[in-house]
C-alpha cells in the first residue's frame, strides 16, 4: 500500500482486502471498517443499492458516481473514492486536493491490473 499507492503521492489512503471484506493491507491512520469494506465487496457494481446508500468509507459518505463490474467511483467535495476489484482483492484509494480524480484512478487500475496479472 505505502509503496505502490501512497509513495506515487497520487493516493492519500488506501486499503487491500479481500472479498470477504478482510483487510489485507492498509495505510498508517486509515480508520475504514471491515463491516464497510464488505458492504462495498457485495454490492460491488449493485446498481440498485450503491447509487442509492452512496459508497461509505471510513465513516465518510461519497457520493456514487459510476460503477462497472471492475471499478467504483465516489466523489465528496473536492476528495473521492476510487474502488477496484481484482481476482481476488479489492483496492480502495481514497484522494484528497490537490490530487485529481484521474491520478488516483491511473495508480489505483495500474496496481489492480498487476495483481490480476499475477492471479490476486
Not at 499507492?5 to 475504514?32: M, P, Y
Request: net charge neutral.
Amino acid at each position: 500500500v505505502d509503496d505502490q499507492l501512497l509513495a506515487t503521492k497520487s493516493v492519500s489512503q488506501a486499503v487491500i482486502c479481500g472479498h470477504d471484506g478482510n483487510i489485507w493491507a492498509t495505510s498508517a491512520g486509515f480508520g475504514v471498517t471491515a463491516a464497510e469494506l464488505k458492504h462495498l465487496a457485495t454490492n460491488f457494481g449493485n446498481m440498485s443499492v450503491l447509487p442509492m446508500s452512496g459508497l461509505n468509507v471510513n465513516g465518510i459518505k461519497y457520493m456514487f458516481l459510476s460503477a462497472n463490474d471492475q471499478v467504483m467511483r465516489g466523489k465528496k467535495g473536492t476528495s473521492g473514492v476510487h474502488i477496484m476489484k481484482t481476482v481476488q482483492a479489492i483496492i480502495l484509494s481514497i484522494y484528497h486536493e490537490p490530487i485529481v480524480a484521474e491520478q488516483c484512478a491511473n495508480t489505483t487500475e495500474k496496481l489492480g491490473e498487476y495483481l490480476i496479472s499475477v492471479g490476486y
